[in-house]
């Protein structure tokens, strides 16, 4: 039978252009790229295959064919030859040394930190979801939406491993970072607390081990990778910035999973399991954690004051095109079309106005007569996340000014920020 040419190993076929051509270095690494970093994974034999290949292109290159030369030549391809084999067997057990050094690096995370995932579930509501136990005295966040249909605390159950089912307490709650902070009653020498890593930190393609209880099946792990960093959600809050800073991760994560923890290599929280993308339901290697800065940050604040303190302006709308600027006779084709002034707010109290009646535009009715929102304190404003950023930038109790247009001129209001209004749990 006749070797096909695709059947030819690429080692066979180095060696044997080796011997033909008397391939330079650069030829060489053009021209076979995976030998060529495998065999850097051999230092030592990587070194001696560039002088051996120098040697056999020298050779190649010499005149005349006599005995000697053509045994000097043999005796540098045998060397080749065998470095080659000696590098790629090197290579292989490395890889597989690698890959056993993994595996059992996850088997320990696993052992050390999955007592400190807890399995949540809201009773009336049929809801299941994960946890993680935060410090020695029983705080465990979650996310928002995994508790937010509990009628009350004594339907919020917590399971943890060597504990069994414990009630638990809402303390509060960030719908704008969809975090929540329970409380459990337990021996603190019974509590295991993760460690929190730095998400700034977080590379692409750093190991992503995920524990939690998918579909309610409890402590269940996954492993797969870091996809990307400084994601971007949308937050649950009209007028709360979008969450930056966002994980994703190719690790299978399934309803159930939600509140849980993504842990690094090192065994370290590095966010906490929030949403997934998926036409199904199902996880098709598209999730999303918010990262550990966030949550310890968010944590810290809803254990010490209940909830977290947000500078508050109150305006929403929609954004201005070329479209709606044509439609409604607006002389800027750019700004926050504001629809909607939140009552007794400081965009209320300032002034703002969000229009006299609904007007049919391309992209449906609108409140016709609205201010348009174009810049806060020179900073324009292209849209509500552009409005919801600005005003997160300062603090309660700041003096802002608004540069609107009202009636086709351009005016400039004065607002005092105040501080974001509790929510309740319908989002209100």
Not at 92 to 116: C, D, H, K
């Amino acid at each position: 039978m006749q070797e096909n040419e695709s059947d030819v190993h690429p080692t066979h076929d180095l060696l044997e252009q080796v011997a033909t051509k008397a391939l330079t270095v650069e030829e060489v690494r053009n021209g076979f790229p995976a030998l060529w970093a495998h065999l850097q994974e051999c230092e030592e034999c990587f070194a001696a295959f560039k002088e051996l290949l120098r040697l056999a292109h020298e050779e190649g290159h010499r005149e005349g064919h006599s005995e000697e030369s053509e045994t000097r030549r043999a005796v540098v391809l045998t060397a080749v030859a065998g470095l080659l084999a000696i590098a790629l067997l090197a290579g292989g057990f490395l890889w597989w040394q690698q890959q056993a050094s993994e595996e059992t690096n996850v088997n320990r995370i696993y052992a050390r930190m999955s007592p400190a995932v807890a399995n949540i579930q809201v009773k009336s509501a049929g809801v299941t979801g994960s946890g993680l136990v935060f410090d020695k005295n029983g705080y465990v966040v979650t996310n928002y939406h995994v508790v937010n249909e509990a009628v009350n605390d004594e339907d919020i159950v917590v399971q943890l491993p060597g504990l069994g089912q414990v009630p638990a307490r809402l303390v509060g709650y960030d719908i704008a970072t969809d975090l929540a902070v329970l409380k459990v009653d337990a021996p603190p020498d019974r509590l295991t607390v993760a460690e929190f890593g730095n998400s700034d930190a977080v590379q692409v393609g750093d190991l992503a081990i995920v524990i939690g209880n998918p579909f309610g099946l409890s402590h269940s792990l996954t492993v797969g990778h870091i996809s990307a960093v400084a994601r971007r959600l949308m937050s649950n809050d009209m007028y709360a910035p979008d969450v930056a800073g966002v994980l994703q991760t190719d690790a299978a994560i399934n309803p159930g999973n939600s509140g849980g923890p993504l842990f690094n290599r090192a065994g370290q929280v590095i966010g906490i399991n929030t949403r997934i993308e998926s036409p199904s339901g199902g996880s098709v290697g598209l999730g999303f954690a918010i990262p550990s800065n966030t949550v310890r940050r968010v944590a810290e604040e809803i254990i010490a004051r209940g909830y977290v303190r947000r500078p508050f302006l109150g305006a929403g709308g929609r954004p201005v095109d070329a479209t709606l600027a044509h439609d409604l006779g607006l002389p800027v084709e750019y700004g926050l079309l504001v629809q909607e002034v939140y009552p007794g707010s400081p965009a209320e109290r300032a002034g703002l106005r969000a229009g006299d009646g609904p007007v049919q535009t391309t992209y449906g009715s609108v409140q016709g007569g609205a201010d348009v929102i174009l810049a806060l304190d020179g900073q324009p404003v292209r849209n509500q996340s552009d409005l919801n950023e600005l005003v997160a930038q300062h603090d309660v109790g700041d003096k802002v000014k608004l540069d609107i247009l009202r009636n086709g001129r351009q005016v400039t209001i004065e607002a005092t920020l105040t501080e974001r209004p509790l929510r309740s749990r319908e989002g209100t």
